[in-house]
């Protein structure tokens, strides 16, 4: 098993352009999360979903957008990248609610 | 709104030197306390959930307690590759699948 996968791995990206980050998993997960990770801010909630065709905003949606159309794949668009978006982004996956989360390796994104 | 605090931020110790990291939280109900590392660079790891008042979980030289305030990781006897960021996190009923994250603690480990 691959478990959760990212792509890419880095991007640098200019005010206002468009990106997906690409996130999967083989587990057969039901839930999936995504997250970004600020200096001293901690992990943060952006969207989750719970399964194929069900998602739900988390702490900060602003500026993001997820659909599930799989159970495997979670992709996160960012619409028009604004430099307040340069952070790590990892996604996540679970079996179900209050059993653990696995992680991707995450996303180094920089909006210049 | 559920609430994670961890402490200290950061922790240095000697190898062989025993200490504890803390995470104080605020939940509506607890449906699970969570325990990852982070290495530089990489994604969190799951280490343990703890669900009740009580429990403890342990493995290698992690040992993880819970209390309805509070869980703590006790690192026994710390090496060098225990270095790591510590992050816990909470599940609470009324936050449907949503994890609240502290701030972690980094710990480094010297030989």
């Known amino acids: 098993n691959a478990g959760v996968t990212q792509t890419p791995k880095f991007q640098v990206l200019k005010t206002g352009q468009s990106m997906t980050l690409q996130c999967a998993q083989d587990?057969?997960?039901?839930?999936m999360s995504w997250y970004r990770q600020d200096p001293g801010m901690g992990l943060r909630l952006i969207h989750y979903?719970?399964?194929?065709?069900?998602?739900d905003q988390g702490e900060v949606p602003n500026g993001y957008n997820v659909s599930r159309s799989t159970t495997e794949d979670f992709p996160l668009r960012l619409l028009s990248a604004a430099p307040s978006q340069t952070s790590v982004y990892f996604c996540?996956?679970?079996?179900?609610?209050?059993?653990?989360?696995?992680f991707g390796p995450g996303t180094r994104l920089t909006v210049l | 709104e559920d609430q994670v605090t961890q402490s200290p931020e950061a922790l240095r110790l000697q190898e062989g030197e025993s200490s504890s990291l803390n995470c104080s939280y605020t939940?509506?109900?607890?449906?699970?306390l969570f325990w990852y590392r982070q290495d530089p660079g990489k994604g969190p790891e799951f280490l343990f959930t703890?669900?009740?008042a009580g429990e403890e979980k342990e493995k290698e030289r992690l040992k993880a307690t819970l209390t309805k305030k509070e869980s703590f990781l006790h690192i026994t006897a710390p090496k060098p590759e225990d270095s790591a960021t510590y992050l816990c996190?909470?599940?609470?009923?009324?936050?449907?699948?949503?994890?609240?994250f502290g701030g972690g603690t980094r710990v480094l480990v010297k030989p």
């Open positions: 996540a996956s679970s079996r179900d609610r209050g059993y653990e989360q696995f």
């Open positions: 703890l669900y009740s």
């Open positions: 979903s719970v399964g194929a065709g069900i998602t």
């Open positions: 939940v509506s109900g607890l449906r699970g």
């Open positions: 996190a909470v599940l609470g009923k009324a936050a449907g699948n949503k994890l609240t």
């Open positions: 587990m057969n997960h039901e839930y």
